[in-house]
């Protein structure tokens, strides 16, 4: 135990010791509880705890133990201890208080977020029959008395069973009344979710290892010839596969369950059950197949040498330039110093193509994590990961959650991505930048090194490593001598009225041509639905969602008007209450009508859709990618899921059908993101062997964006990007902190902003912008008003500001007109 984990700590003689314990609730800060004497041997930081807080039993996590008492209150006692060994080694606890503190929420909210499910335990209600009752049931009424009588004799019942008793699931008036006339009190039990997987293995009895017995068994088992072909079944499976479960010997020999149990019943057979993965591992091996190219030898040399200076590297490799073999280079490094390493990456979408790519190089060294496992396998990773099995992790920007041993490596690939920023609930973390702290966590031997990795960088990344504070590598040519695809303006101005349609006659005929040469084609429309939006032709009058105000999309698959803010479906109008008017007509157009088109344009082409709508299911993505590889599909049409870092070697052609919708955005980061999502869409194109090519539909040709999209010239978006962010003080010369007011009233949303404004006004009037109404200004059914404050890099000026924050937030929760209004504080926004 070290001396972060407990202050003052007694030398064990017994003296009075309390912990700081964090529960997975929104608290202002943690609280402190007692922990009895019969516990104080087995208390540790990290382990999980049984609490009472307002008459409610919660699992807590020891942030760590003191010895002094709180001033001002007497703790209660903790009710139990849970584990055997802490949950989370200090590096989390460190990391939770960190998160906790910059992006300004509480430490129970990042332990929300953090740990799997079945790891946070639940509270369920039992009924305790009350001894001292005399059994005087006759002023109990029909239902008290059948719940009475069955106490009597289970002495406990859980409320799950008074509903079955009762048939009914509304009880708590009955268990009231019994309450009330002492008949049972209740008690809440908290109650471990996870439990481990089993499966029953066959053994062969150790009397028959001996060769000659076994001989001579099987000579003389003739009677039973169903158990002779089940124990032959057997014995060829152990040799084949070295363990033989039940249900695989079952299916082997076709045999029935009690035709195994006869073999068992005489001591032939054993039957063992077994503790079991839920995610089957490869065999542990590292098999490197590929060498890497002198460029990425030169790059991968100079990332080994800039981690003996710097924490963070930047990488910036041209689009098909092959980082992820640099990754896969780096990592055999680190598995071979039994380090372990986190891969990250922004959406699952990617994971399934990566996770291929890197079990063929590492097996079981390697495994996946994300938002789609089920909270068992959750669990398991969890432990395994704690325990340092798993040697490398690939996942989303939950993984950084794990509680890695011995962390070596952090790659956050696709750097740039938007993704990698928590936006609802708390915490707002952004994972690329929580990454580099928790890196700096895992001080044995230096710090954790973290690799960022981005054909097209963040500003604030590349910013960071132009003035020296990340070492910068660069890897400007593609692998194999590939070329960077050519890209082609298409002036959608230039087309006739009536002809414009998603898809303009010039990529018409460059999909045509594509799909002659048996070559791949993606579509990107940065929309999904059928109709973005419909209008009446009569009187102008657009459906809009009754909660939030925006226009209603429409989903022709579903036959419904959806909003994609809050999900409200409502049906589809055919009369509009304005004016009375049928004729309706449907203004731009989303993937579901791209896909529809081009089934109709090109009716010998195999097409899928790649969006939020087709990609619900836990193995969606990676069914319809390995379609892809496949060459079963050949025309992806899809969202910003088709953009990120998937690596197809047949796409010969990439279509933009819609620019202008990327380029014109009130964000300070729209010339970024607009440069981002078209050139790594483009780099989808011309992997392998030929030249690809890439056409951006557009009306404005002459917007500064599309030349440097044309040119591949990332340096010259950020020089021109770089200065307006200097003028207007945008990252990464400020900090942002962005707040949200948000209430079903909006004089009051507007009123708790003004006030909260009032309040921090005098130390940093200079740095507000606001408060104001966003573009959208209701969500939800509650109206928003906004507040922004740029302020300097200097965290002294940082922290004080935050603090006079959280003041005002305490101030106007105080005030009753204001308690229910939601102020939402977001550090770093994106």
């Known amino acids: 135990m070290n001396n972060n984990e407990v202050e003052n700590r007694n030398d064990g003689s017994g003296g009075t010791l309390y912990a700081e314990i964090i529960i997975p609730l929104a608290l202002p800060q943690t609280y ?155 008690w809440e039990e908290l109650k471990e979710k996870y439990k481990e997987k089993t499966e029953t293995y066959i053994v062969l009895h150790p009397q028959y290892h001996d060769e000659e017995k076994l001989a001579a068994l099987l000579n003389t088992s003739t009677r039973a010839p169903k158990q002779m072909e089940l124990l032959l079944s057997y014995l060829h499976l152990i040799k084949e596969d070295g363990e033989v479960t039940q249900s695989s010997l079952l299916k082997k020999s076709n045999a029935a369950a009690a035709q195994l149990k006869g073999l068992v019943d005489k001591n032939i057979l054993l039957a063992e059950k077994r503790s079991i993965n839920r995610i089957r591992s490869l065999p542990k091996d590292i098999h490197i197949d590929f060498t890497l190219s002198p460029a990425q030898q030169t790059a991968l040399n100079e990332i080994n040498d800039s981690f003996k200076e710097k924490n963070v590297c930047l990488l910036h490799g041209a689009t098909a330039s092959g980082k992820t073999q640099i990754y896969i280079k780096l990592i055999e490094q680190y598995i071979q110093q039994g380090k372990q390493v986190l891969y990250m990456l922004p959406e699952i979408a990617l994971t399934a193509q990566v996770i291929r790519r890197l079990q063929k190089h590492f097996g079981g060294y390697i495994a996946v994590y994300h938002s789609k496992f089920n909270a068992n396998e959750r ?138 040469q048996h070559k791949q084609v993606l579509l990107f429309q940065n929309r999904r639905g059928y109709t973005p939006y419909m209008v009446c032709n009569v009187c102008g009058w657009i459906p809009q969602c009754k909660n939030c105000d925006v226009t209603l999309t429409y989903h022709k698959a579903k036959n419904k008007m959806i909003c994609h803010y809050c999900g409200t479906e409502y049906p589809v109008l055919y009369t509009c209450p304005q004016c009375g008017s049928h004729d309706f007509k449907q203004k731009n157009f989303g993937t579901e009508k791209l896909e529809e088109l081009v089934v109709e344009t090109f009716p010998a082409a195999k097409v899928a859709r790649m969006d939020y709508d087709t990609m619900k299911g836990k193995n969606n993505h990676d069914t319809l990618i390995k379609l892809f590889e496949q060459q079963k599909i050949n025309l992806l049409v899809g969202t910003q899921m088709i953009v990120k870092g998937l690596d197809f070697e047949h796409v010969n052609l990439v279509g933009i059908l819609d620019a202008d919708s990327l380029l014109y955005f009130a964000d300070f980061r729209v010339n970024e993101r607009a440069f981002q999502l078209m050139e790594q869409v483009s780099g989808r194109a011309g992997r392998k062997d030929d030249n690809g090519k890439v056409l951006i539909q557009v009306r404005n040709t002459h917007h500064p964006v599309l030349k440097f999209v044309k040119e591949h010239d990332y340096k010259a978006l950020y020089d021109f990007d770089i200065q307006s962010r200097q003028f207007y003080h945008y990252p990464p010369f400020t900090r942002l902190i962005h707040f949200s007011f948000r209430h079903k009233e909006n004089h009051i949303a507007e009123e708790a902003a003004n006030i909260f404004t009032a309040g921090i006004k005098k130390d940093f009037e200079p740095y507000i912008t606001g408060p104001a109404q966003p573009v959208i200004n209701r969500l939800r059914n509650k109206y928003i008003w906004d507040l922004l404050l740029k302020l300097p890099r200097n965290s002294e000026l940082i922290n004080k500001c935050k603090m006079q924050a959280e003041q005002q937030i305490a101030i106007l929760k105080f005030n009753k007109r204001y308690s229910s209004v939601d102020i939402v504080p977001d550090v770093d926004p994106v």
């Open 32 to 186: 402190t509880w007692l922990i009895p004497s019969q516990f104080q041997q087995s208390a540790k930081p990290g382990i999980r705890v049984e609490v009472q807080l307002r008459n409610k039993r919660y699992s807590g996590i020891i942030k760590k133990l003191i010895h002094q008492k709180p001033n001002d209150f007497q703790p209660k006692p903790i009710l139990n201890i849970l584990d055997d060994e802490p949950l989370l080694h200090q590096q989390q606890l460190q990391l939770w208080q960190w998160i906790a503190e910059y992006y300004m929420c509480s430490e129970g909210e990042v332990m929300q977020a953090a740990m799997p499910a079945n790891l946070k335990l639940s509270s369920e209600t039992i009924l305790v029959w009350n001894d001292e009752h005399n059994e005087d049931f006759t002023n109990l009424n029909d239902k008290e008395y059948i719940v009475a009588e069955a106490l009597s004799i289970k002495k406990e019942l859980k409320l799950s069973k008074v509903q079955q008793l009762l048939d009914a699931s509304y009880v708590y008036p009955v268990i009231k009344k019994l309450i009330e006339k002492d008949v049972c009190h209740v």
């Open 379 to 516: 669990v398991e990773i969890w432990n395994r990961i704690k325990n340092g099995e798993l040697k490398v992790l690939l996942g989303a920007r939950s993984a950084l959650f794990l509680p890695f041993k011995d962390l070596g490596l952090i790659i956050a690939d696709e750097e740039h991505d938007a993704s990698y920023k928590q936006q609802d609930p708390a915490p707002r973390y952004h994972a690329r930048d929580t990454a580099i702290y928790y890196a700096s966590l895992f001080n044995a031997g230096g710090s954790a090194k973290v690799l960022l990795g981005s054909a097209t960088p963040s500003v604030e990344s590349y910013f960071n490593a132009q003035t020296k504070k990340y070492a910068l590598v660069e890897l400007k040519e593609r692998y194999g001598n590939a070329v960077l695809p050519s890209i082609e303006i298409i002036d959608l101005t230039k087309i006739a009225s009536k002809d414009r349609v998603p898809v303009s006659p010039q990529l018409k005929e460059a999909i045509d041509e594509t799909l002659a």
